[in-house]
């Protein structure tokens, strides 16, 4: 029996090229870019890779607390960032849109100290001060849900 994995498949460059994943490393007007909020609603940073399932089109999310803002704000800036971290990996010469990479890392490193500073840490990593979060209210407590 014949236990070798054949990989021919990847050095057909037809079959396999990372590079149309993501547009060409060229300036790209910033309005081939969907805004951090549109791009965390439809799933995609990139207008020319964006294609809508059918006739689907996104839910609209409405935050209804201070709270749910300030997390769907940072979701939506930090999901463009890894956006564009992804773009990034293969175009790394790409200074404009690094630099935009940057600044929204900023604003997403800003927003959780914001968040964690009023509501507690999003993660392991965040600072505590107590371990009281079993004793707060959950989610799904006192909601209509």
């Keep these: 029996m ?3 994995i054949n990989y021919d498949w990847i050095r057909n460059e037809n079959l396999y090229q990372p590079t ?3 547009p060409s490393p060229m300036p ?3 309005n081939n870019l969907f805004n951090p909020t549109e791009a965390f609603l439809k799933g995609n940073l990139w207008k020319e890779l964006y294609s809508p399932y ?4 996104p839910a609209t999310l409405t935050p209804q607390t201070e709270q749910e803002k300030c997390l769907y704000e940072l979701s939506a800036i930090a999901f463009a960032a890894h956006e564009l971290n ?7 010469e790409d200074q404009s849109m690094f630099l ?4 929204y890392e900023q604003k997403a490193n800003r927003l959780v100290e914001e968040y964690e500073k009023k509501y507690g840490p999003l993660t ?3 600072e505590m001060t107590s371990f009281n979060w079993v004793s ?8 209509n849900v």
């Design 86 to 92: 992804l773009y990034l990996d293969l175009h790394p």
């Design 28 to 30: 790209l007007p910033e």
């Design 100 to 103: 935009l990479f940057r600044d």
């Design 2 to 4: 014949n236990n070798k």
């Design 124 to 126: 392991i990593n965040g």
């Design 136 to 143: 707060s209210t959950w989610p799904w407590e006192g909601r």
């Design 20 to 22: 149309n994943f993501y």
């Design 54 to 57: 059918k006739n689907y089109q």
